[in-house]
C-alpha cells in the first residue's frame, strides 16, 4: 500500500503511477469487480496492437429489479455506445476511469492537461489531452474478457450526486466535439420538454412532442439495440419506451439539481 502523497483520487493517482515501473497502467475503481482474465486480455490487445497509448475498456452496470435500476443500467449502455462509437468514428468524447489503460508515457506527457484544481475528471481529461496529440493513438477494445462491472447507485439521492459530480467537470471542456455534441442533447431535451409543457396550453403541442421523439427514440433505438446485444442484456430493450420518455425530464431534473445544489455551495 502506497500513501497518497496530496489529496483526492487525482493525486492518489499520480503518486501511484509515479512509482509503477510498467509501461502499461490499468485503472478501475474499488467498486468495479474484473474477470480472470482482465489484465492479460488488456496487456495483449497492447501488444498485438502495436502498444497504443490508451485502450477505452468496456464497463458495465450490475444487473437489478425495478424500473430506477433498469433505466440506470440502459442509460450507462447508451453512455458506453456513444464512447465507442464517437471512438471508433475516430473523434472520442468520452471514457470510463473504472476500465481504463495508458502508458506511463501517456500519462506524464499529458500531466498539466488533467486539472487537478477540480476533484473528477482524470479520465475525460487525460483522453482529451491525448487526442489533441498528433500521433495519439486512442483504440476501443471490444472483448467480454476486458468488461468490469460496477455497481448502481441505491437510491436516487445518490444517483444525483454521481450526476452532479459528472456535469461540474463539463465547464472545463475544450474539446469541440464534446461541446457540440453536448450543446446538440441539451437543446434536443429542452425542446422536448417545452414541447411537452406547452402541450397544456395547447394541445397540438403533445403531437409535436410525440412526433419528435419518435423521431429522435429511432437511432436511440438501433444503437441501444446493438449494444444491449453485445453486452448481454438485450432483455433491456423491451423498457426502451418508458425510458425514452423519462429521459428529458431526468435530464432537466439533473440540471436543475446541479444548479440548486451548487448555488447552495456557493452562499454557504
Known amino acids: 500500500l502506497i500513501n497518497n502523497a496530496g489529496k483526492g483520487k487525482?493525486?492518489?493517482?499520480?503518486?501511484?503511477?509515479?512509482l509503477a515501473r510498467g509501461e502499461l497502467i490499468l485503472c478501475t475503481d474499488a467498486d468495479?469487480?474484473?474477470g480472470r482474465s482482465w489484465i492479460r486480455t488488456i496487456a495483449t490487445f497492447y501488444i498485438k496492437n502495436n502498444k497504443p497509448d490508451m485502450i477505452i475498456c468496456p464497463v458495465r452496470l450490475e444487473s437489478l429489479p425495478g424500473f430506477f435500476h433498469l433505466f440506470q443500467e440502459l442509460e450507462f449502455l447508451s453512455l458506453q455506445a456513444v464512447t465507442a462509437g464517437t471512438l471508433l468514428l475516430g473523434r472520442p468524447i468520452i471514457c470510463n476511469g473504472a476500465n481504463l489503460a495508458f502508458t506511463k508515457g501517456t500519462y506524464s506527457r499529458n500531466l498539466a492537461n488533467l486539472h487537478f484544481d477540480i476533484p473528477t475528471g482524470d479520465d475525460v481529461f487525460l483522453l482529451h489531452s491525448l487526442k489533441n496529440e498528433r500521433n495519439g493513438r486512442i483504440m476501443w477494445l471490444e472483448s467480454p474478457e476486458a468488461i468490469v462491472?460496477?455497481?448502481?447507485?441505491?437510491?436516487?439521492?445518490s444517483f444525483l450526486r454521481q450526476r452532479r459530480r459528472w456535469i461540474s467537470k463539463s465547464g472545463h471542456y475544450h474539446d469541440r466535439d464534446s461541446i457540440v455534441i453536448g450543446i446538440v442533447t441539451f437543446v434536443t431535451i429542452l425542446s422536448l420538454t417545452a414541447?411537452?409543457?406547452?402541450?397544456?396550453?395547447?394541445?397540438?403541442?403533445f403531437l409535436i412532442f410525440?412526433?419528435?421523439?419518435?423521431?429522435?427514440?429511432?437511432?436511440d433505438y438501433l444503437l441501444?439495440?446493438?449494444?444491449?446485444?453485445?453486452?448481454?442484456?438485450?432483455?433491456?430493450?423491451?423498457?426502451?419506451?418508458?425510458?425514452?420518455?423519462?429521459?428529458?425530464?431526468?435530464v432537466i431534473a439533473v440540471i436543475i439539481y446541479f444548479i440548486v445544489a451548487s448555488v447552495k455551495t456557493f452562499t454557504r
Request: hydrophobic residues 45%; positive net charge; charged residues 20%.
Open 195 to 205: 414541447f411537452f409543457v406547452a402541450g397544456f396550453f395547447i394541445p397540438a403541442f
Open 10 to 18: 487525482k493525486e492518489a493517482l499520480k503518486t501511484g503511477i509515479s
Open 149 to 157: 462491472t460496477t455497481r448502481q447507485m441505491e437510491d436516487v439521492k
Open 210 to 219: 410525440l412526433a419528435a421523439t419518435a423521431i429522435k427514440s429511432i437511432p
Open 32 to 34: 468495479c469487480s474484473a
Open 224 to 250: 441501444l439495440r446493438n449494444t444491449t446485444m453485445r453486452y448481454g442484456r438485450k432483455e433491456l430493450i423491451r423498457w426502451f419506451i418508458p425510458c425514452q420518455l423519462a429521459y428529458p425530464f431526468y
